[in-house]
Structures are given as structure tokens and as C-alpha cells.
């Protein structure tokens, strides 16, 4: 048993505001899918990120089913995706019928390598779905790049990096989620922000947006009741979570802030420390460390499992790397990605959730640093 309080991962951190609002919804009764507070959040979050339009979903799963559902996507169509990162990218894929084509990472980023896509393109390929994973942006740049071409579309997986930082060629520094065809966005529990469940698709394309609300809404004409012309989805966000949407934007510049000195105490007391590296900062990103992940190097005295098991020991939460999807039952496809499953044998989340404190902090860097001290 761990003799200290445990320090959890991630746990979100509610205030008085989110109190107020969800309580609006309960006293006025609008706790569907109809009521102000959806249109304010897809507003808000759509200017946050720099994109045109916002279509808020149940969760980031159905934001991404949506997304490829609206642009076509089907039976016998192919979307590479990067195979480290939540599965929830690849099922969304499966999902449509389409089959997820898995891509190794790039070692500066842990995201999809860009220089792999022109070999994985077959005529069958439709887009590509770029995730930021662990807070830091794919190299979107020559992502895009090479999408145009081969004429495939790119959606973003931003679920792991709201308000992140990419310095684009000739466009200057724009948020992740305002970058590629669409975006997705998760706001559960343990993202940069929540509704608890929740998500939402980001796009310009104004035709995008009415197919997607479209499909959203059991495919019913807006104009015409139960009138159905496709097979849709119920994939609507409530009103009570996006009162909780809208209280979090209030102050998300704060959060990301906590979050950036949450990075920044790590960064500094674990400088000097052999075996950790430290997680990837590129100098045309500004990352946001949703979660906090080092790299546990070959000469540190334990591995990154047993160093988990230590850290629980001294009371300390921490999550391993995704495991690569294609290694994982209903996608496995018998290739090796050598960087993805390096990666994800060494790598380490640390508890950096919104709501852990300096206190916090130091003590994983203390479990962390006598975890260094022990002898293999
Ligand atoms: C969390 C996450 C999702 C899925 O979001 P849910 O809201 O849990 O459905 C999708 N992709 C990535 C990369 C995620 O981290």
C-alpha cells in the first residue's frame, strides 16, 4: 500500500463558474440537446482555435466518426493514421467501413513521420488523420504538403492538444484545430478542458459544416421534419455539457498556463537527471504537455514498467505510452514500426492534470529522483 496520498494522472479542476452554469441548465430545464449554451461553445471554440465553424459532439470518438462520415468516407477506402495514439483514432475509421493504414512515428515529435506517407498512398487512400499526440503538434507542414500532393484530405486529431502552437510556412502561428480540412476535439474528463464526454468538429468549409450537422441529427432535413434523405447519427452534445464548455473556455488562457508551469517545474528539477528525457519541444511548436512524458533511456537503472511500479509505491500515478495499434487485436497487420514501439516500451505519463499542485509535483520528482538511486 502506498503510504502517501496518491497523485492521480489527470483529474479536472471544476470552479464556481461551471457550478453556475450547469445549475442554469437544471433550474431552466434545457438539459437536451437544444439550449444557448452548445451555440456558445462551438462559437467560442471555434475562434479560440482560429476555425470558422464548431459542430459539438457527444464525445471525441463521434466527433471523429462524424468527421469522416461527412467527408465520404466508406467500404473499400483507406486513411493512414498514425499507430501510436488512442485507438479511438483507428475505430473511427473502422467505423465508416474504411480501413486505418498504420504510419510509424517520427522520434522529434512521437507523431506521424511525414517522409513515410508518399510510400502509403495506394488509390484506395482518401486522407490522412494527423494527431498531436501528447500535447505536441504533428509536423503538419509536410504533412499537408505531401496530402496535396497525392489529393487527399488531412483531418487533425487534436484531442490531446487544445491550444497548442505551429509556426506554419507563410500563415505564422496558428493554433492547432484551424490547420488542415477539419479537426477533432475531445473534452473528456481528463483532456485540456471538459464537459465530462464530449467533442467537436472544427472546419472553414461551409459545406462540411451543414453535412455534418446533418449527420449529427438522425440525418434529418433542417428544413423538413422527420424528413431523413441518409442514415445518420445521434451524436449531439447536451446543454449541461456545454455549460461546462463554456465556463472552461471562460479560463482556459489560465489553464493552459497552469499547464505550461506544471511543464516548466518538471522541466526544471528533472534537468539534471540521466536516463529521463524529457518530452519533445520543437522549435516550430509550442507544445501544451496534456500529459507530462518522458522517455525512460536504456541507462537508467529501472525499466519504464518497473519504474511505474515504483512510483505507485511511493504513492505516484502514471500511465505507459498507447500501445501501437497495430499490435492490438482487431488491427493487427503484421508490420513493424520500430519507432512507434520504442517509443511506446519507454515511454511515461506523469501526473500533470489541471489540477495537481507545486507540492504534487515535487513529490513525483522526489519518487522520481529515488528511483534513479536504486540499483537495478
Ligand atoms: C481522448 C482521445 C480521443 C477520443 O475522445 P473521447 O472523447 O474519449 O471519445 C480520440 N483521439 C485521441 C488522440 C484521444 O486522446
Known amino acids: 500500500m502506498a503510504q502517501t496520498p496518491n497523485i492521480p494522472v489527470a483529474r479536472p479542476q471544476l470552479s464556481a463558474r461551471e457550478r453556475e452554469l450547469v445549475l442554469d441548465c437544471v433550474d431552466s430545464a434545457w438539459i437536451s440537446s437544444l439550449g444557448r449554451h452548445i ?11 482560429g476555425a470558422g465553424y464548431g459542430v ?12 469522416l462520415a461527412a467527408l465520404g468516407v466508406g467500404p473499400g477506402d483507406e486513411v493512414l493514421v498514425p499507430s501510436l495514439t488512442f485507438v479511438a483514432t ?6 465508416t467501413g474504411a480501413r486505418p493504414v498504420f504510419l510509424d512515428s517520427e522520434r522529434a515529435t512521437y507523431n506521424l513521420d511525414p517522409a513515410l506517407i508518399d510510400q502509403a498512398v495506394t488509390p484506395r487512400t482518401k486522407g490522412i488523420i494527423a494527431v498531436h499526440v501528447y500535447g505536441h503538434p504533428a509536423n503538419m507542414a509536410p504533412i499537408l504538403e505531401a496530402a496535396e500532393a497525392h489529393g487527399l484530405w488531412v483531418v487533425e486529431d487534436a484531442a ?14 496558428r493554433r492547432v484545430g484551424g490547420l488542415a ?9 481528463n483532456k485540456i478542458i471538459t464537459t465530462g464526454e464530449g467533442g467537436m468538429v472544427l472546419t472553414d468549409d461551409e459545406a462540411l459544416v451543414a453535412r455534418l450537422r ?31 464548455g463554456v465556463a472552461q473556455m471562460e479560463r482556459i488562457e489560465d489553464i493552459l498556463a497552469h499547464k505550461a508551469a506544471i511543464a516548466a517545474q518538471y522541466n526544471e528539477r528533472l534537468a539534471g537527471q540521466a536516463g529521463l528525457r ?3 519541444a ?26 511505474r511500479l515504483f512510483l505507485l509505491s511511493q504513492g505516484v500515478d502514471s500511465r505507459p505510452f498507447f500501445t501501437p495499434l497495430h499490435l492490438l487485436p482487431p488491427y493487427h497487420s503484421g508490420q513493424s514500426l520500430p519507432v512507434a514501439e520504442d517509443l511506446a516500451r519507454r515511454g511515461i505519463s506523469l501526473p500533470s492534470g489541471p489540477a495537481i499542485t507545486p507540492a504534487e509535483i515535487d513529490q513525483v520528482c522526489r519518487a522520481l529522483v529515488k528511483a534513479a538511486e536504486t540499483k537495478a
Not at 40 to 48: D, G, L, P, V
Request: neutral net charge; glycine residues 6%; hydrophobic residues 40%.
Open 39 to 49: 451555440l456558445e461553445f462551438e462559437r467560442s471554440f471555434a475562434q479560440f482555435c
Open 56 to 67: 459539438a459532439t457527444s464525445n471525441g470518438t463521434t466527433a471523429l466518426h462524424l468527421a
Open 90 to 95: 483507428a475505430a473511427s475509421v473502422a467505423y
Open 160 to 173: 490531446e492538444a487544445h491550444g497548442a502552437w505551429v509556426d506554419m510556412p507563410g500563415r505564422g502561428w
Open 181 to 189: 480540412k477539419a479537426a477533432c476535439f475531445s473534452f473528456y474528463g
Open 214 to 244: 446533418l449527420l449529427r441529427d438522425h440525418g434529418m432535413d433542417p428544413k423538413r421534419p422527420y424528413w431523413h434523405p441518409v442514415v445518420g447519427y445521434n451524436y449531439r452534445m447536451t446543454n449541461l455539457q456545454a455549460a461546462l
Open 278 to 280: 524529457r518530452p519533445p
Open 282 to 307: 520543437e522549435p516550430w511548436a509550442r507544445p501544451v504537455n496534456w500529459l507530462y512524458s518522458l522517455l525512460v533511456e536504456p541507462e537508467f537503472p529501472l525499466s519504464r514498467d518497473d519504474l
